[in-house]
């Protein structure tokens, strides 16, 4: 039997080179456009999650406490948003509960001197002597109603250190919860709709260092501050970062805009995402 001779073999491992050299660049495109569409995948994926997760905390804030850095410490305009964190609401009682002789004062929460105990009625968190709480009246974000601006006992909320009890009325008011506090408080504002809040510090998202970090577990500040510790990572490959806020108006909700930019081996993508904050005390 014949074998094949040497430039025969030549020729054919020529003609494989070729083949395998065009099979090669056709099938590279279709490779490249998977790789790419399943990085921008990736990308978008970690972008909309990590604005949900804004999300998430920017509904359940305090009523005008959301805030967007101005060129503060640590915050240029823009990368940090900052709000106070609600656990829960409800409806202190201002007026004397039912009973004989003009019914139980002790019950009712006073405006016109400090209280150190009232009730609120509806389901509220229990406390045993946390100082780690804050509770909130009519926060108007400015003026003399904000809530950021801690100290004193006249304010729209409690004290900084402030001993905050919450326990079921153990009387004839079921339904109801007992609040004490220790040393005593003086709100400054009454609320139309009677309600009070209990927060337990602020939450801050920041852009910094090529990613989006969220923040908690630190003290309340007048301007907004990146804290020096207590991050955890949202999102990595963060090359733009944009937070906007509009308080709104009495008769309009406010608006939290959010945008954010991430970028990997030359591909980007930008979201941009909104939330309705309602503001009403």
């Given at each position: 039997m014949r074998g094949f001779t040497l430039p025969e073999l030549i020729i054919v491992i020529v003609i494989l080179g070729i083949v395998s050299a065009t099979a090669g660049i056709v099938i590279r495109g279709p490779v490249d456009a998977y790789v790419d569409q399943v990085r921008r995948?990736?990308?978008?994926?970690?972008?909309?999650?990590?604005?949900?997760?804004?999300?998430?905390?920017?509904?359940?804030?305090?009523?005008?406490?959301?805030?967007?850095?101005?060129n503060t410490a640590g915050c240029p305009a823009g990368q940090c948003l900052e709000m106070l964190n609600?656990?829960?609401?409800?409806?202190?009682?201002?007026?004397?509960?039912?009973?004989?002789?003009?019914?139980?004062?002790?019950?009712?929460?006073?405006?016109?001197?400090?209280?150190?105990?009232?009730?609120?009625?509806?389901?509220?968190?229990?406390?045993?002597?946390?100082?780690?709480?804050?509770?909130?009246?009519?926060n108007l974000g400015?003026?003399?109603?904000?809530?950021?601006?801690?100290g004193g006992d006249y304010n729209v909320i409690t004290q900084t250190g402030t001993s905050i009890s919450i326990t079921p009325d153990?009387?004839?008011?079921?339904?109801?919860?007992?609040?004490?506090?220790?040393p005593p408080?003086?709100?400054?504002?009454?609320?139309?709709?009677?309600?009070?809040?209990?927060?337990?510090?602020?939450?801050?998202f920041r852009c910094s260092g090529g990613a989006l970090w969220r923040y908690e577990g630190y003290g309340i500040n007048a301007a907004v501050t990146a804290p020096g510790a207590g991050e955890q990572l949202v999102a990595r490959n963060v090359t733009g970062c944009d937070f906007g806020y509009d308080a709104g108006t009495s008769t309009r909700a406010g608006l939290v805009t959010m945008a954010i930019t991430l970028s990997q081996d030359g591909e980007s993508v930008t979201l941009l995402h909104q939330v309705h904050v309602e503001n009403s005390p």
């Open positions: 995948a990736s990308l978008v994926d970690s972008a909309e999650m990590a604005l949900r997760r804004i999300a998430i905390d920017v509904r359940r804030s305090l009523p005008n406490s959301v805030r967007v850095a101005q609600v656990l829960n609401g409800a409806r202190y009682r201002d007026q004397p509960a039912a009973g004989p002789g003009g019914g139980n004062q002790a019950k009712r929460l006073r405006f016109n001197a400090t209280d150190d105990a009232f009730n609120v009625q509806g389901p509220f968190t229990p406390l045993t002597g946390s100082t780690a709480h804050w509770l909130v009246i009519y400015s003026g003399d109603a904000d809530a950021y601006a801690v153990a009387g004839l008011f079921a339904g109801e919860y007992n609040v004490t506090l220790s408080h003086r709100f400054r504002h009454q609320s139309p709709g009677k309600r009070i809040y209990l927060v337990d510090g602020p939450i801050m």
